[in-house]
């Protein structure tokens, strides 16, 4: 198997009054051909650790391969086969679109044309327009085309679609997953847990500088001991202790969410919602409200650390 991208014992530390530690000993590999994702809540150390292997930050100590070299040695070499969109691109206002890609073009020894990139990212309509007159979706486009202009073998996506529309959302995910069906590499941090579902073949959650978990989406889903959720609510006044809910027939965990809120994980649906309902019905208990949904990586994020994924320190 060959590794795109391997990290071992990564530590990055600020001097302060006390040391801020960024990232505490983060070990990770990713075989090439692999979209991989980061995933946590603002200041977890993600963006951090992202931008370490790009060659961007120096790390504190630990080890760094990218596409089988470290940073240091060929430094030039290795940038021309890798591709950044940084979270927030700030391109010249006044350039046009193909202004803006010839000029990245430049910066690599070797590439795809101006316009070939541009037709990846669906803005050939806008190949004359300056940038200042694009749509969010579409800096956001120009920005990904820049990154791979250069062709590269390792695409660096840094909250690709924060804040976009839904519609520029998906345009994005099919560039992304575009580039991945030529065999190449992606390291990709999001917010949205839909879009790591989609996109990534294995995702890691990190927290306080250090992952958590790691696996595909699906063996982090079954990590929490069900496949679906029963979210529920009674009257506050009634609401009872939720180690009364983990004796009921396949639950496997449950939560309180807030006040007479409830959220239980189960494997089979059919089996847990009769129980709960005869059970609420003995204890004489009103239910305010019901829906059963599948288990998502948000729910991961919070069996495993108690906060929501958008939650900052």
Not at 3 to 29: C, Q
Not at 46 to 67: A, D, F, H, Q, R
Not at 87 to 103: G, I, M, P, S
Not at 220 to 248: C, M, Q, T, Y
Request: net charge negative; glycine share 8%; proline share 5%.
């Amino acid at each position: 198997m060959t590794l795109a991208i391997r990290i071992a014992d990564l530590i990055k530390t600020y001097p302060g009054k006390p040391p801020v530690e960024a990232v505490r000993g983060v070990t990770l590999e990713v075989p090439t051909g692999e979209c991989f994702g980061l995933l946590g809540p603002n200041g977890a150390g993600k963006t951090t650790t992202m931008e370490i292997i790009e060659g961007l930050l120096v790390p504190t100590s630990g080890t760094v391969e990218v596409l089988g070299q470290s940073w240091g040695t060929n430094d030039r070499a290795l940038r021309d086969r890798i591709g950044i969109s940084l979270q927030e691109t700030r391109l010249a206002d006044k350039l046009t679109v193909r202004e803006t890609v010839q000029l990245f073009r430049s910066f690599h020894a070797k590439g795809t044309s101006p316009d070939e990139a541009i037709a990846r990212v669906s803005l050939q309509e806008k190949a004359r327009a300056a940038v200042d007159k694009l749509s969010g979706g579409q800096k956001q486009r120009l920005a990904v085309a820049c990154a791979l202009v250069g062709d590269p073998d390792l695409l660096f996506l840094d909250e690709p679609t924060t804040g976009l529309d839904p519609q520029s959302r998906r345009q994005l995910w099919d560039i992304i997953n575009g580039f991945k069906a030529t065999g190449r590499t992606v390291l990709l941090t999001t917010h949205y847990m839909d879009e790591a579902e989609r996109l990534c073949d294995r995702v890691a959650i990190v927290d306080h500088g250090q992952v958590i978990a790691l696996g595909t989406p699906n063996e982090l889903i079954r990590k929490v001991g069900g496949e679906n959720i029963i979210d529920f609510s009674v009257p506050e006044a009634a609401a009872f202790p939720v180690e009364e809910l983990n004796r009921l027939p396949n639950i496997s965990t449950a939560r309180a969410v807030g006040a007479g809120s409830y959220t239980l994980s189960v494997t089979e649906p059919h089996v847990a919602l009769p129980a709960v309902m005869n059970w609420l019905r003995d204890r004489r208990t009103d239910l305010l409200g019901l829906t059963t949904r599948h288990t998502t990586l948000e729910d991961v994020f919070v069996t495993l650390t108690g906060r929501q994924l958008r939650d900052g320190d």
